[in-house]
């Protein structure tokens, strides 16, 4: 039986032990929190027979632990990851990889010295829908893409660090919608210009809001508009998108209606029945559980998942390079 080692018990850890659980070949033989009585809590909530400690260096000392599950916030990822890695452990990590490029890189270093894996957690690659839409895209049925255009308005009241950081919709959500859109053009980022601003309503101490525009790989152009302190007109998780293509356009509403239209039919205006809907195949798990579960076979297979550090660092700079962008209100080359 290999081992797990959680690092970090907050309110997203229970989505992670709900996950690993469904493992055979795993057991979860630690859980870790400075904040000693979150890992009793999740010990008991859960009926884990784990070892709970306060440290994660005295943890993996006494587990011979196989993966460590990095569930902590953005700002302790490099310290846990690297311990990690370091430590003789395959790392699978939460969103964002890193508050800096630099951090980043330091962690695909240490994953290549250490010859250890380092997967980071991008759930929204693993919705029945989005799938879907990427497929129908790649299909060529309406041509090459031209803009991508998504729409993130929500209101989530967390507390917690969330709510103290400077950039909290660009660092710790944006990451999600950013990451998205190169799953679904098969595209990375050239360029950036960020608005990042604060409505007078916040309840974020950082700016909660933000308007980006990237120009991806091609010439592409994706528009970002974001807040997370919205007071009407809510959207999914998953954003609302518009992909403008050669042939017609492709709209989404982040949840079950996802068509097109496009001047191949003449259609224009028919009620949302009678429309091109795009077909959607479910899939045996999503999100965040289908993320993990491919995570757990890469490393059974000796593979890579779609998740790696090497390629999630694109997602990363798109988020910090926004930022830097909001902050000297210049273009960013990425």
Known sequence: MKKIVVAGCGNMSNSWIKAAMQRKDYEIAALVDPMIEKAKGRKEEHNLKSNVYANLTD???????????????????????TTSLKSGCHVFGEKPMAENIENAEKMIQCSDETKKEYFVMQNR???????????????????????LSANFQLNPRFG?????????????????????????S??????????????????????????????????????????WCATGL????HSQWHVA??????????????????????????????????????????????????????????TRPQTDCRDNINSIKMVLKAIESSKTKKVIFL
């Open 245 to 302: 293509c050669a042939d017609g356009a492709i709209f989404w509403d982040g949840n079950d209606e996802l068509f097109w239209d496009g001047k191949k039919k003449e259609y224009w205006g028919k009620d949302l029945d009678e429309k091109n809907k795009i077909n959607v195949k479910p899939i045996e798990n999503e999100g965040h559980t289908a993320c993990i579960f491919d995570m757990f076979d890469a490393i059974e297979k000796g």
């Open 234 to 237: 809510i959207s999914s998780w």
């Open 160 to 184: 917690g660090f969330r709510e103290e950081m400077d950039s909290p919709l660009i660092l710790d959500m944006a990451i999600h919608t950013f990451d998205a859109v190169r799953f679904i």
């Open 125 to 147: 690659r693993y919705v029945s829908e989005i799938i879907a839409l990427k497929n129908f895209i790649e299909s060529g049925e309406l041509g090459n893409i031209g803009q």
């Open 59 to 81: 943890a993996l000392d006494k587990e011979n632990a196989d993966i460590v599950f990095d569930i902590t916030p953005p700002e302790y990822h490099l310290q846990t990851v």
């Open 186 to 227: 098969g595209l990375n980022a050239k360029s950036v210009y960020c608005h990042e601003f604060n409505p007078a309503w916040s309840w974020f101490k950082g700016d909660a809001a933000a308007v980006c525009i990237f120009e991806m790989e091609n010439g592409t152009v994706f528009d970002y508009r974001g807040c």
